[in-house]
């Protein structure tokens, strides 16, 4: 068995060092830390703190969301396109692209005082250079994961890792963070001593990431033209649907995540159940986290997706409706377990679509999978930003009341919790229909693998009767060639011969 061989069959069946399930966890917790910090903060600093207008900061995250969907197939191209010899396709970018991210955060979040115009300017060029910052960083880290296994028990234990590490810092942001969004005053400083304090944190996990994770997935393409990385989207339709439900989940769950501080802190005047949420979801992850791959083997990941997404759109519909702050709070807590559960499943599902592509055409193409699957998940995330700053807008919500119109508080609800829930039934509809299942999966696997032995099989063979014919002309037998032969030293390489880029060669000459 050959080399690629024997580190392909690993990947299918190995399991991963604990050091690289934390590692992976590590960083999407660095991810986190610019990520989920803009999408909980960023709408009510814009609106609070620089004093820009809900409607216009709704058509900003309209705006630089798409663009920031293309980008990520921009960056997805350019990931396939990458391989270097010390550290593989994907973890350059998370060395070298971190630091930037991370200053980009601190930037977006001290908007200066230069009236509307020049605030909403500075607010768009700032915040359009973190997203770009963030597709350079998330997008090879998303797509590390289908390269280190192909074992769907190992894949949901990297899905989970990524989730804790991503509720682990959403729940620090709402444990800490959140309470002080109840201040009128010093707002700024709050923010920007966050930002410059996540920049050391957010560098320690990226280099922990980079340093304890591996590729281990044998790639007969390391360099993926455009032609092949289309030919591997065309006719996928796992990843097709996959999308269209990420796109609908994504808008629910941001739209509830952006707007849900408004909720508790100015419907039911309890900002202060903010943090205790925070804290049920950083223990329901942990919770969690031991079951999914239990659940995922028992019932499969589609089947877990949807029960997943219909339970978090039963707790959504309930705090949109709820007459006081303890049921809203009970709604939130139950809609949570839902949409955590989804969003453990959603990467391991995707990495099996890259081998649904490699399957269809022999090339493995994570950069550009990744990057259509993300593009999707942004447009979900403009959309849901959107959703959730227009419904409040439309609602007459004002800055600084003390009291809101019943208009106000029904459009906070809506944003927070109704349309969301619609969203998310849709996303779950969706998935239904999704045909890769985990044991057509298991099938499409074995068959990938089967037609690599049989291909490296007949290019040896191939070799061989060519090596036969080479060595003939020059008089010399094969049984003389051996490693214990003086005759001549030969250098065969029978993955450019198969590739059809080179031939064999004879290298030295006869020693006398």
Known sequence: MSESDTASTAAVKAKLPKISIIGYGAGDAANNLAFTTATMFLLIYYTDVAGIAAASVGTLFLVLRIFDAFADVAVGRLVDRVNTKRWGKFRPFILFGSLPLLLLSVATFHVPQIGQSGMLLYAYLTYGLLNIAYSLVNIPYGSLAAAMTQNPSERAKLATARTIG??????????????????????????????????????????????????????????????????????????????????????????MSTAQIYLMRDVFHALYLVPILSLGQMVLVFVLAPFVPLLVRKLGKRTAYVIGSFLGAFGMLAAGVAPNGIVAFVGLFVGMIGVMFVSMLMWAIEADTVEYGEWKTGVRTEGITYALFSFTRKTGQAFGGAVAAYAIGIGGYVAGTSTLTTQAAWGIRAGAALVPAVFVVAAALVMIAYPLTDRAHARLVAEIEQRRQAEDAAAADILEDEASIVLAGEGVSLETVGPESEAEDVSLSTAAFAAGKARPRLLGRKRK
């Open 166 to 255: 991503a509720v682990v810092v959403g729940a620090a942001l709402g444990i800490i963070v959140s309470p002080l969004m109840g201040a009128k005053e010093g707002l700024q400083g709050v923010f920007t001593t966050v930002t410059v304090s996540f920049v050391f944190i957010g560098m320690a996990l990226y280099l922990f990431t980079a340093f304890s994770t591996k590729e281990r997935v044998y790639r007969k393409v390391p360099h993926v033209t455009m032609r092949q990385s289309m030919a591997t989207l065309k006719g996928n339709k796992p990843l097709v649907l996959l999308c269209l439900s990420s796109l609908l989940f994504l808008t629910g769950m941001i739209s």
